[in-house]
């Protein structure tokens, strides 16, 4: 039985604090900034190791920080506000990263930006067109990942946006063009899935490789566009698997706010995937049972770790550990193996404020614990 039981984990990015926002400005923080800092920091002791930039942020010279070091005291926030949550994965709330589409893109060539749109949370990223052979400058999230190893007292993990959504959030120009004749449906078909195993392949994979490299054991793939179009989930798999194949890693894939049971039993094909980790507490209402797909996984015979969203990310009510331990205990019935899971929030948490995030982890944590008491009787 691996321990602890019930092993905690984040799943996503949290919101920036304002005083790292200002502070990547390079603008004085205000009062409420300042203020926000020394509670956190009194609560966390993130700033700690970087005295120096702490201090100048608190006088009113950030300046003399400049915005990568304030980034990187974003970081270590975000890290030690995991950390002291309890959490046995952590990574730093991605802290240095905008969203989850423009800055892969732009580690690669054969991009052109044609401007912003909307997404889901009323956000806006830029899109961009593939427009020629795709080509990585550089392997990405490298240096992100170093400072996380270097400061991260539990396991690090980090998230890697996947193929399939890279190429189902860009405009493909670049391989529809090389379709003979009419352009119709088995053309757009066929130039996507050449599209998403050349991002696998060429960018998504020497980023992995050079992950490893560095000490990274640990790998969540993001493919939050798989459930926008279940009758491509094969395409998903395809991707994942040119993108995974042959390393030695744990992998895990994300996937949120979709029916699975479209989904399946397409993904279950997903070779390297040890773990789904998927949101469950969002559709678990009066009068629904979130936790009843998972029934489907074992109608199919899975029996990889699921990583169990007991919280939703996009409500401010704090749920308790009572209804976590709850959840975690429906999940065993339906999967018959208390060991499979992992527990986290829905998503990430960068929708909630700070301190609403806060609670919700600790209910993860908390819930967690009590199932842990439930599930390690002698029986056991």
């Not at 529809?176 to 009419?182: C, D, I, T, V």
């Not at 279950?268 to 936790?291: I, M, S, V």
């Amino acid at each position: 039985m691996r321990s602890p039981l019930f092993p905690t984990q984040e799943i996503g990015s949290l919101a920036k604090p304002r005083w790292q926002l200002m502070g990547q400005r390079t603008e004085p923080l205000d009062d409420a900034a300042k203020a926000d800092f020394r509670a956190w920091d009194a609560r966390t002791h993130f700033a700690e190791e970087m005295p120096a930039e702490r201090a100048a942020l608190l006088e009113g010279r950030p300046r003399e920080v400049g915005p990568e070091r304030v980034r990187d005291l974003g970081a270590m926030f975000a890290i030690r506000f995991l950390e002291d949550a309890g959490l046995d994965r952590v990574y730093d709330g991605e802290a240095r990263r905008i969203e989850m589409y423009e800055y892969p893109i732009r580690q690669m060539r054969g991009f052109r930006f044609q401007g912003h749109v909307r997404s889901f949370d009323h956000k806006y990223y830029l899109k961009a067109a593939v427009v020629d052979e795709l080509r990585l400058e550089r392997p990405y999230h490298v240096e992100e990942f170093d400072f996380v190893r270097l400061h991260a007292k539990a396991v690090p993990k980090i998230p890697l946006t996947g193929p399939y959504t890279l190429a189902d959030w860009s405009y493909n120009e670049y391989y529809l063009a090389r379709q003979k004749g009419w352009k119709g449906r088995g053309a757009r078909r066929a130039a996507q899935r050449e599209f998403v195993v050349d991002l696998a392949r060429r960018a998504i994979r020497p980023t992995i490789h050079a992950l490893i490299e560095r000490g990274c054991r640990v790998i969540q793939i993001d493919e939050p566009a798989a459930g926008t179009h279940p009758d491509e989930a094969e395409l998903v798999v395809e991707g994942f698997n040119a993108a995974t194949e042959g390393f030695d890693a744990e992998f895990s894939m994300h996937i949120c706010y979709s029916n699975y049971r479209d989904l399946l039993p397409a993904l279950l094909e997903a070779k390297q995937c040890r773990q789904w980790a998927w949101e469950f507490a969002n559709r678990d209402t009066d009068g629904h049972d979130g936790y009843a797909v998972l029934q489907a996984l074992a109608e199919y015979g899975d029996t990889r770790e699921v990583g169990l969203g007991v919280v939703d990310v996009h409500r401010d009510s704090v749920e308790s550990p009572e209804v976590v331990r709850a959840r975690i205990a429906r999940a065993v019935r339906y999967l018959g193996d208390p060991d499979r899971i992992w527990v986290n929030p829905d998503c990430g948490l960068r929708t909630r404020s700070l301190p609403v995030a806060r609670a919700k982890l600790d209910a993860v944590v908390r819930g967690a614990a009590l199932a842990r008491a439930d599930f390690s009787s002698p029986r056991r």
